[in-house]
């Protein structure tokens, strides 16, 4: 099943790919960006509970596809641009095995538990 879940996860990163290569931005934004939703985690500084929710806000799939129709129905190419980067980031983590957080610290996850056990 986890093997499954990584190809959907792939599917759904180069989805991202092909709607970013539908706008009109150099690809080095792409690289530049794709990263950029992992700045949340500074929300730990402020402890687990502050941390997970920043963490999810950022990494949570419906969030970004919310902000990119919001894009697409303002002729707002920025935030379509934001939408694709917080989806694909949250594909790719989730392909590595990194899901949305819960308050009980960073490594506990609904993917399950991060690192060695």
Do not use: C
Not at 28 to 48: K, R, S, T
Not at 85 to 112: C, N, P
């Amino acid at each position: 099943m986890k093997t499954t879940l990584k190809i959907e996860e792939l599917g759904m990163f180069l989805f991202a790919i092909y709607l970013f290569n539908q706008l009109n931005y150099a690809w080095w934004w792409f690289l530049a960006l794709i990263l950029a939703p992992d700045l949340a985690m500074i929300g730990y500084v402020f402890g687990n509970k502050s941390g997970a929710f920043l963490y999810n806000l950022f990494h949570h799939k419906a969030i970004a596809l919310v902000l990119y129709l919001v894009g697409i129905y303002s002729f707002n190419t920025l935030i379509q641009l934001a939408g694709i980067i917080l989806f694909a980031h949250a594909a790719m983590d989730r392909m590595m095995g990194y899901g949305l957080k819960y308050e009980t610290g960073f490594k506990f996850t609904h993917l399950g538990e991060i690192g060695k056990k």
